[in-house]
């Protein structure tokens, strides 16, 4: 299949058993070190990994109630560090905006914010020594699928691909047809709410697509192995797009 065909798989591979997501431990990675990504507004914290020579880094947009210490993204974090990917895990609201989000939801869904300082982190990284010249991704997840979104469409030239995983995508719909790099999308198989708006914006996308379908995962991917198959399914989506192919 090119990378200009659309692929829409029913199965993800099965990456076995293990502990669940809250069953598992998370420290840092030795490489991680922790930054301020300066926004028009704020200072947002940040963890950032660099990449190993010639390849990608991969930018974190997560959503609602979530941020840079999640187990989730950290897990799929890992799994991409051990490829030789770079990460950056951001907290797109500061502590006291997060702690009055819990109680009013008034950034959660705020995505035009949202995305102006995931750009802000973009540039950030852009201007990083230790991922100069290097590809973009980005990974978003629930909302942040839809702030990876527009981010993206804004930075045609910059963004070599996207993962969204359970992604309320219907939120960056408006911007789908604009995206022009490489779009994987992840939904669990008990998800149907948010499967049925991921395949409406399948359609939307003009770019290299691709929709897989985790059996057994429900929105968070918290059942056994499914989230080991987020974490399997972007890594190869991201050494694909954002791995220069040695000759």
């Not at 502590?95 to 973009?122: G, N, V």
């Not at 789908?176 to 395949?199: F, H, K, M, W, Y």
């Not at 691709?210 to 890594?235: Q, W």
Request: a positive charge.
């Amino acid at each position: 299949m090119s990378t200009h065909e659309s692929a829409m798989s029913r199965a993800a591979p099965h990456l076995g058993s293990g502990p669940t997501t809250s069953e598992r431990n998370h420290p840092p990675s030795p490489a991680e070190r922790g930054i301020r990504v300066r926004t028009e507004e704020v200072e947002l914290d940040a963890d950032f990994t660099p990449p190993a020579p010639r390849c990608g880094t991969v930018i974190f947009a997560h959503g609602s109630g979530s941020g840079r210490r999640s187990p989730r993204n950290r897990q799929v974090a890992r799994a991409l560090n051990a490829r030789g990917l770079g990460t950056l895990l951001l907290d797109l609201l500061t502590e006291a905006e997060a702690r009055a989000d819990e109680a009013t939801a008034e950034y959660r869904f705020d995505i035009p914010l949202l995305t102006r300082r995931l750009l802000s982190a973009t540039d950030w990284l852009l201007e990083e020594r230790q991922a100069a010249r290097s590809p973009v991704g980005y990974f978003g997840a629930s909302t942040g699928g839809a702030v990876a979104m527009r981010a993206a469409a804004r930075l045609p030239q910059v963004i070599r691909a996207i993962v969204l995983r359970g992604a309320r995508s219907d939120l960056g719909d408006e911007v789908a047809s604009q995206i022009r790099c490489a779009t994987l999308i992840v939904v669990g198989g008990l998800d149907p709410g948010i499967r049925a708006l991921n395949e409406h914006t399948l359609q939307r996308l003009s770019c290299p697509k691709s929709l897989v379908v985790v059996p057994g995962a429900s929105h968070l991917f918290e059942e056994k192995g499914t989230l080991e198959a987020v974490a399997k399914l972007a890594g190869d989506w991201f050494a694909r797009y954002l791995v220069p192919t040695v000759p």
